[in-house]
Every structure is written in structure tokens, then in C-alpha cells.
């Protein structure tokens, strides 16, 4: 009904926590992460008993806490197991429920600046052009996550891979993205800190390709396959927020920051616009693509020559 749709919407909200879980969760009378959250701290006794009843919760979630038990670090399991979902539930309120405001994202903002300049020694550290993206770039600076593009004007699409691997590799190393987190959602089949679409440089025949097939019929998803990671990261005062870093080749710049700064159904709208237009158009997260005659063609370039360089530049085209 109407109140269970709601529960599982409310429990979804929990890093890690997919449909499934979600649904588990509601049918063993949890309506909120702060009820499941109890649960597995041992608070609440009858909780506790209803998560041990059910194998599919105790796989995600792991054993709840036995009363008077020490209670190992967040995520971690008594028996040593680590579960994204656990982490999610326990530490709810810094990942989801306090938004990620400039000073946060600052932080997070130099961390990035400093792994990029430990793993890409050959390149000069000041061309590194980042930006904030998502709900805060359209809210003014403050969202419930963070999440970053950047790009540089001398890395090579078959380097982002490697680049996006050796970053991971740095912050995890340096403690500031937690290691081995799901993203929760199964849909994705990755690992924060694993690159999104490892060895999948997508060139230009590629993405007309696409063009031509994927996105050909109206309504077609949007396109994106830039490495990607969804990850956890930890800041100074050992608080935990969410945080994406997306690597972009400099050349798609405009379209990344496009896609990645406009609401979903904004989104939504503009490539069924693109799509209804004579001649019909595709835009995505990659490029901008106009159909002639039975095939597409990239538009590079704005009515003046000049190269597509900005999110303005993409309307004059």
C-alpha cells in the first residue's frame, strides 16, 4: 500500500540499501533507518530478534549486537564482515541526513587536487580544471553529496582508466576514501573506488554508433560512460560523507558539466526536445550529435567557428 511505498522509500535513502533490503526490512516491521539502526546497536531487543529471523537481512546487514557486546566499527560486522549496508544504516544521519556544505566540499576538493598531483607527476598540476556539479551547483553550494568533474587538457582518453585506478588507489591509501564500499545499487556493478567504465574510451564512431541505435528512439536514456567513482570519503574530523568524482575528457567538458549540473527530468525534457527538433538532434553527457540525412554527425563547433568549449556554447550550436 501507500505506507509501505513510503517505508521503503525512507529506507531506501540508506547508502547501500537497495529495493530488496528495503522491502525485507518494511515486511519485519521497520519504517525507519533510525529503527534499524537501533536494531543492529543492540537498543532495541525485539528489533534485534527480527533481524536474526530473517537470512536475507542478516546477509546484508549483518548480525545485530548482542547486549553487551563491543561494538566493532561502523560497517563491520561482530563476525569481522564488512557490509556497505551496515555502514549505511549506522552512519545515516552524516552520509545522507547532514547536506555537504562548501566548507566540506572544499576539503574534499583539495584531497583531490593533492592525490592528482601525487599519481599524474608528468602533468602540469595547475591545468587540473574541477568543478562542483550535481544539486549544489543548482542550489548554491550545498547538496546532500558531493559531486565533482574534473579534467585536464593533457590526459589522453586511454589514460583516464589508469589515471581514475591510481587515484582511487592514493585515497584509499591515505585513508580518505574507505575502502572496498559498494555503491548500492546492483545496477552499477561497481565499487567506489574502482573506475566506472574501465578500458571503455568512448571515440567519436563509438558515440555516433550510439547515437544512431541507443538513442535513436525517443525517450532513449541518456548516455554515460565516463569513469566514475561512488564512493565514501572521510574527512578531517572523521566524519563520513558521500562524495562522486567523475574524470571527463577535456574535449567533453561542456556536455559532462551539462548532464552531470541538470536535474534528471530537466534532462529528460532537453533530449526529447533534441529529439523532436528538424533535424533531430542527441545531446548526452558526451556530445552533441545532429542527424544528416540517415546518419548522425558531430557539431564541434558553434555558428561562429568556434569550438564547443562552454554549456552556453552547446545552445548557439
Given at each position: 500500500g501507500v505506507r509501505g511505498?513510503?517505508?521503503?522509500?525512507?529506507?531506501?535513502?540508506?547508502?547501500?540499501?537497495?529495493?530488496?533490503?528495503?522491502?525485507?526490512?518494511?515486511?519485519?516491521?521497520?519504517?525507519?533507518?533510525?529503527?534499524?539502526?537501533?536494531?543492529?546497536?543492540?537498543?532495541?531487543?525485539?528489533?534485534?530478534?527480527?533481524?536474526?529471523?530473517?537470512?536475507?537481512?542478516?546477509?546484508?546487514?549483518?548480525?545485530?549486537?548482542?547486549?553487551?557486546?563491543?561494538?566493532?566499527?561502523?560497517?563491520?560486522?561482530?563476525?569481522?564482515?564488512?557490509?556497505?549496508?551496515?555502514l549505511g544504516v549506522l552512519r545515516h544521519d552524516e552520509l545522507v541526513e547532514d547536506p555537504v556544505g562548501p566548507q566540506a566540499a572544499k576539503e574534499m576538493v583539495v584531497a583531490l587536487k593533492e592525490g592528482l598531483a601525487n599519481v599524474c607527476l608528468d602533468l602540469d598540476a595547475g591545468g587540473w580544471?574541477?568543478?562542483?556539479?550535481?544539486?549544489?551547483?543548482?542550489?548554491?553550494?550545498?547538496s546532500k553529496d558531493a559531486d565533482f568533474l574534473f579534467t585536464h587538457p593533457q590526459l589522453a582518453?586511454?589514460?583516464?582508466?589508469?589515471?581514475?585506478?591510481?587515484?582511487?588507489?592514493?585515497?584509499e591509501d591515505e585513508g580518505r576514501l574507505l575502502r572496498e564500499v559498494n555503491h548500492g545499487r546492483g545496477g552499477l556493478g561497481m565499487h567506489v573506488t574502482k573506475a566506472g567504465q574501465e578500458g571503455k574510451a568512448y571515440d567519436e564512431q563509438r558515440l555516433l554508433r550510439l547515437c544512431q541505435g541507443k538513442h535513436g528512439d525517443l525517450g532513449a536514456g541518456a548516455l554515460d560512460g565516463h569513469e566514475k567513482v561512488f564512493g565514501?570519503?572521510?574527512?578531517s574530523n572523521g566524519e563520513l560523507k558521500r562524495v562522486d568524482y567523475v574524470l571527463v575528457p577535456h574535449d567533453e567538458w561542456p556536455f559532462a558539466l551539462l548532464g552531470w549540473s541538470s536535474?534528471?527530468?530537466?534532462?529528460?525534457?532537453?533530449r526529447h526536445f533534441c529529439q523532436t527538433c528538424k533535424p533531430k538532434m542527441c545531446i548526452d553527457s558526451h556530445c552533441l550529435a545532429v542527424q544528416s540525412v540517415s546518419r548522425y554527425e558531430l557539431v564541434k563547433f558553434?555558428?561562429?567557428?568556434?569550438?564547443?568549449?562552454?554549456?552556453?556554447?552547446i545552445f548557439e550550436a
Open positions: 511505498g513510503k517505508a521503503i522509500a525512507v529506507l531506501r535513502k540508506a547508502v547501500g540499501v537497495g529495493f530488496e533490503t528495503a522491502d525485507q526490512l518494511f515486511r519485519a516491521g521497520f519504517y525507519t533507518v533510525r529503527q534499524v539502526a537501533d536494531a543492529l546497536r543492540g537498543y532495541d531487543t525485539d528489533g534485534a530478534a527480527r533481524l536474526r529471523g530473517s537470512s536475507k537481512l542478516l546477509r546484508a546487514l549483518g548480525q545485530p549486537l548482542a547486549a553487551g557486546e563491543k561494538a566493532p566499527p561502523d560497517g563491520w560486522t561482530p563476525a569481522g564482515e564488512w557490509k556497505t549496508a551496515r580544471r574541477i568543478e562542483r556539479v550535481g544539486g549544489a551547483r543548482r542550489r548554491g553550494g550545498t582518453k586511454r589514460q583516464l582508466p589508469v589515471t581514475m585506478r591510481a587515484l582511487c588507489q592514493w585515497m565514501v570519503f572521510r574527512m536535474g534528471r527530468q530537466w534532462n529528460r525534457f532537453f558553434t555558428p561562429d567557428g568556434e569550438r564547443i568549449k562552454t554549456e552556453q556554447g
